[in-house]
């Protein structure tokens, strides 16, 4: 590769198997705009992997890459892209090129599940961090002492964490502004028909937080109070009596503004906090039942079929990407 122009701004991304294509293309094209709209090359972008050669992203698309420690050199941003689970093995080295970028001096951050890597490297502690929405649960119950946002992305410092996705285009753009202005910066979005730029004030949406503001107060603390109980589970009598009305009260507003009863809407929000353990972490598949609040695993595997249409040992052996595009059966 050619030695960059005096001054150009070097970002590396980390490849992990089974790496976001979306997100990876939202990093870099923004960078690819900017060069092409101010005619130089202020930016430069590397494709790194622990060794090189060709890896393949969650739809399948092969990408050459070079090996991660001859990536380092020069860089400014070292970015790792999350993918499917890792080896343990291989994370030990994900781990070590990270700390060798900070160690550097280089600016390091993630997209979407990149953030259990810096998490697990020691690189998020006393630092704003973010994920995407899907993970963040688990994320949490991995990691109880850091704080984890839903913001689209965060930047605390020489951290930068991000939600994936179109996220990353924010991001880039963040830094754009930072480098070149806000003008310009607009200027880029506009060549994606990216009508805003969103910053870091923004939330993410999807899942049941998308749902929650269109709720009535009550059924909104019923739900906070399911979150905060998924392990240690309360009485649906209980939930009622703390935000104030009957059982039956409750539940005729469930069935009005979500479609089903408080008992099933807390089964699946469990449920769902154990697919996202089972997809985004290497816990056994006993500590992910008591962790969704279930006392056995032969109760927490039937629910968990009912609802999943899978066993939880399937799902453990399902690759993360694959599971993205599987159809939710029908409940």
């Not at 906070?224 to 649906?236: F, G, K, N, P, W």
Request: with cysteine; proline share 5%.
């Amino acid at each position: 590769m050619s030695e960059a122009p005096a001054g150009t701004q070097i970002v590396t991304l980390l490849l992990v198997e089974g790496f976001s294509m979306m997100s990876v293309a939202s990093a870099i094209e923004p960078l690819r705009s900017l060069n092409r709209l101010i005619d130089r090359e202020a930016w430069r972008w590397r494709l790194a992997s622990l060794d090189g050669g060709v890896l393949a992203a969650s739809n399948g698309i092969p990408i050459p890459t070079e090996p991660a420690e001859g990536a380092l050199a020069g860089s400014h941003y070292f970015f790792v892209c999350g993918g499917l689970r890792i080896q343990s093995v291989d994370e030990r080295r994900y781990l070590a090129v990270l700390r060798k970028a900070v160690r550097g001096g280089i600016r390091v951050g993630s997209l979407s599940t990149g953030t259990y890597l810096l998490a697990r490297a020691g690189l998020l502690d006393g630092y704003r961090s973010t994920i995407h929405w899907e993970n963040r649960p688990a994320f949490q119950e991995e990691f109880p002492g850091l704080t984890c946002t839903d913001k689209l992305y965060e930047i605390d410092r020489d951290r930068m964490t991000c939600s994936g996705g179109t996220a990353a285009m924010d991001l880039m753009l963040h830094l754009i502004t930072e480098r070149h202005g806000a003008d310009l910066a607009r200027r880029v979005a506009n060549q994606f028909h990216h009508d805003r730029i969103r910053d870091e004030r923004d939330n993410q949406s999807g899942g049941r937080l998308e749902r929650m503001s269109n709720l009535p107060p009550a059924v909104r603390s019923a739900v906070r109070l399911m979150q905060r109980h998924v392990e240690d589970t309360i009485s649906i009598a209980d939930i009622a009596e703390t935000v104030g009305m009957s059982p039956r009260q409750l539940e005729r507003l469930f069935l009005r503004y979500l479609q089903t009863s408080p008992a099933r809407y807390y089964l699946s929000l469990r449920i769902d906090r154990a697919r996202e353990l089972l997809l985004y972490s290497d816990r056994p598949i006993l500590e992910v039942a008591i962790a969704a609040g279930f006392t056995s695993t032969s109760h927490f595997a039937h629910w968990f079929r009912k609802l999943q249409g899978v066993r939880p040992s399937q799902l453990r052996g399902r690759p993360a990407a694959a599971e993205e595009e599987a159809p939710s059966p029908a409940a």
